[in-house]
């Protein structure tokens, strides 16, 4: 590539030079309940086909949609993108753990791979399993029973598909270096 970069290491598309695929992917987000290209999605957008395949799963992670509260949610994120050592989105969710009340130093503890606790069994067992999975261990059976008991079913394979999308978000941001902040082509 010959363009400078915009976004990390990445050369984002200006709208007047995207193909009519991108432009459609593009208008897919920025028109649809989005209404904006969010960090991994400018990068995605080279691909419209895939930017509009992985909005859909994204979208049922947004507040209320999925089985997860938000704060579990941001437990298992801030799991999964400091596992990964992706600054962008470990910084955004920091922000986003702190905006649902978790408390400082169980993020703190997080993103630093420390052992944390939280008092909702629920939000336990949530960061007991992200973990696990995070550390590529297997889940021993007394955890297993543990987690289908309080979350469920749905509640676990929410948790395993949003632990999924935010690796693919952290290996595009690792990927093309994106600095926590960056914020691309204004658009």
Same mark, same amino acid.
């Given at each position: 590539?010959?363009?400078?970069?915009?976004?990390?290491?990445?050369?984002?598309?200006?709208? =007047?030079?995207?193909?009519?695929?991108?432009?459609?992917?593009?208008?897919?987000?920025?028109?649809?309940?989005?209404?904006?290209?969010?960090? &991994?999605?400018?990068?995605?957008?080279?691909? &419209?086909?895939?930017? #509009?395949?992985?909005?859909?799963?994204?979208?049922?992670?947004? &507040? !209320?949609?999925?089985?997860?509260?938000?704060? +579990?949610?941001?437990? @298992?994120?801030?799991?999964?993108?400091?596992?990964?050592?992706?600054?962008?989105?470990?910084?955004?969710?920091?922000?986003?753990?702190?905006?649902?009340?978790?408390?400082?130093?169980?993020? $703190?503890?997080?993103?630093? !791979?420390? &052992? *944390?606790?939280?008092?909702?069994?629920? +939000? #336990?067992?949530?960061?007991?399993?992200?973990? $696990?999975? @995070?550390?590529?261990? /297997?889940?021993?059976? @007394?955890? %297993?029973?543990?987690?289908?008991?309080?979350?469920?079913?749905?509640?676990? *394979? =929410?948790?395993?598909?949003?632990?999924?999308? %935010?690796? @693919?978000?952290?290996?595009?941001?690792?990927?093309?270096?994106?600095?926590?902040?960056?914020? !691309? /082509?204004?658009?």
């Amino acid at each position: 590539m010959t363009d400078a970069p915009t976004f990390g290491r990445y050369p984002e598309i200006p709208v =007047d030079k995207m193909t009519p695929d991108q432009l459609a992917g593009y208008r897919h987000l920025v028109d649809g309940p989005r209404g904006r290209v969010p960090g &991994p999605y400018k990068v995605w957008m080279h691909s &419209p086909k895939l930017a #509009q395949a992985a909005n859909p799963l994204g979208l049922h992670f947004a &507040p !209320g949609q999925s089985s997860l509260s938000e704060r +579990e949610r941001e437990i @298992a994120v801030l799991v999964i993108n400091s596992q990964w050592r992706s600054a962008y989105p470990t910084t955004a969710h920091e922000k986003r753990g702190k905006e649902v009340g978790l408390p400082d130093a169980a993020i $703190a503890d997080i993103v630093a !791979g420390l &052992p *944390t606790s939280f008092p909702d069994t629920r +939000e #336990q067992l949530v960061y007991e399993v992200a973990t $696990a999975l @995070a550390s590529v261990r /297997l889940i021993p059976q @007394a955890l %297993y029973d543990r987690a289908v008991d309080a979350l469920g079913h749905v509640g676990i *394979t =929410d948790m395993i598909l949003l632990m999924g999308y %935010y690796t @693919a978000v952290c290996l595009t941001m690792n990927f093309y270096a994106v600095a926590p902040g960056t914020p !691309g /082509l204004a658009r």
